[in-house]
């Protein structure tokens, strides 16, 4: 099978497209045929080895000391079950699924075998039928950040809720599902993307190329920053203090991204009733991939950049 090779952290040109041998799945997992994968912020930090300084150590522990433990990076997938293990019992070949690799990475090749229950190597489910293999990775990742900070438990249907850096990945679907729970929602971006930003239904938008304080007497509920803490803006600092009584500010990057299956499901369901739509910035083919992360890398993608596979 074809599969883009990592054998070395650096710049966008360590990936290089070879033919590796196919895997087989074992008993307890599936094999699965990708259509597509995508180019995550995660991706870029794995290639180019960008890891904060205080996770510098854990994550080179894990991820390989010298060079990436497993040469065949990527994350997220969305395919087509080929063959199934014999005690595989939640999937069935021929099954349309989305999800993420973890720590076992893979995404980026033809096959990735994996197991059906969800763990920190990945986690598997069916993917939404009313949109592409392409826009599924988008909500899979997305998807699972975003939810992961969000739902009931923090938000309340009225509540002023704030999504700072609302036109990425995370953020384009943060503001949707903020929305979805019923919240009054603002979305902070830059001047090219306030259109989009208030196209997925921000009530309000604010742009932080322009703007560094915040109405005085406005307060937030709830505060996602979804472009993790490297990204900051003289805004971003006004936005902490802009809680209102008893509010909550999250950071994307505050705990570890949980692989949860479940939550798929939900975003499958949000997908499919039409409350969660895909942005995708650029599609690129799978021998491009190199020109894809020095896109992605400058930071500034809309939404997401897809690669497809088949
Ligand atoms: N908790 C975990 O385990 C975990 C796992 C994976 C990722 N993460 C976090 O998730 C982040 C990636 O999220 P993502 O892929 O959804 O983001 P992303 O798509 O890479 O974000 C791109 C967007 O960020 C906006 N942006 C850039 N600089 C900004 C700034 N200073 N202020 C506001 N917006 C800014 C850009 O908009 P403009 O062009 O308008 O500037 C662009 O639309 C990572 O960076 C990481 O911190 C956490």
Redesign the pocket.
Known sequence: MKAIICTKYGPPDVLQLKEVEKPNPKNDEVCIKIHATAV???DI?IRGSQIPIRFWIPMRIMMGLTKPRKSIIGLVLAGEIESAGKDIKRFRTGDQVYGLTGFSLGAYAEYKCMKETDSTYGCLALKPANISYGEATMVA??GL?AF?FMGKENIQRGQNVLI????????TIAIQYARYLGAKVTG??????LELVKSLGADSVID??KVDTLDPDVHYDFILD????????K??DACKKALAPGGKYM???????LLDSNRLALIKELTEAGHIKPIIDRSFQFEEIAEAHRY?EK??????VVIKVK
């Open positions: 995550t912020a995660s930090y990742y997305g950040l992961q700072y850096g609302a036109s990425g990945t995370t953020g902070v971006c830059s001047t090219t993307n932080y190329t979804a472009v993790g803490k490297r990204k900051t803006s805004l971003k950071s994307i990057d505050d705990g570890a991204l992605v930071g500034h993608k809309k939404g997401g």
